[in-house]
């Protein structure tokens, strides 16, 4: 569809509508869009974001994504548009739960400050 767009436009839709986000792990994730004008999603493993204040935006600033947090299993745990609420008031009972189904993962009580990692990163 955008080979029918000039450059300048198609440019425009890549930054408005990027088909990827990068988090704080460095990871590039997928987004969805849907033509009925639904929220785009972006389906994320938990420990990927650590360290992310905010939900993501797109089009200027103006559309948040809303967040598909998955288990290292990559099994939905929250889906939320308020990460910042997420990481307040539920991650907590999110963390008890996946602490004991992914003994292997680090999960730390301040997710604001950890460190956001791809695969298993071994306690210590």
Do not use: C
């Amino acid at each position: 569809m955008t080979g029918l767009l000039p450059w300048n436009l198609t440019n425009r839709l890549d930054i408005l509508t990027p088909a990827r986000l990068q988090v704080p792990s460095g990871s590039l994730i997928k987004l969805k869009y849907f033509h009925d004008g639904q929220l785009p999603i972006m389906e994320v493993r938990l420990q990927e974001v650590f360290g992310l204040l905010e939900t993501p935006l797109i089009n200027e600033g103006r559309t948040k994504i809303l967040l598909h947090l998955l288990s290292p299993g990559y099994k939905p745990v929250q889906v939320t548009q308020d990460l910042k609420s997420f990481w307040k008031t539920t991650y907590h009972e999110v963390r008890k739960e996946l602490r004991m189904r992914y003994p292997r993962h680090l999960w730390p009580e301040d997710p604001w400050t950890a460190e956001a990692v791809r695969g298993v990163k071994r306690k210590n």
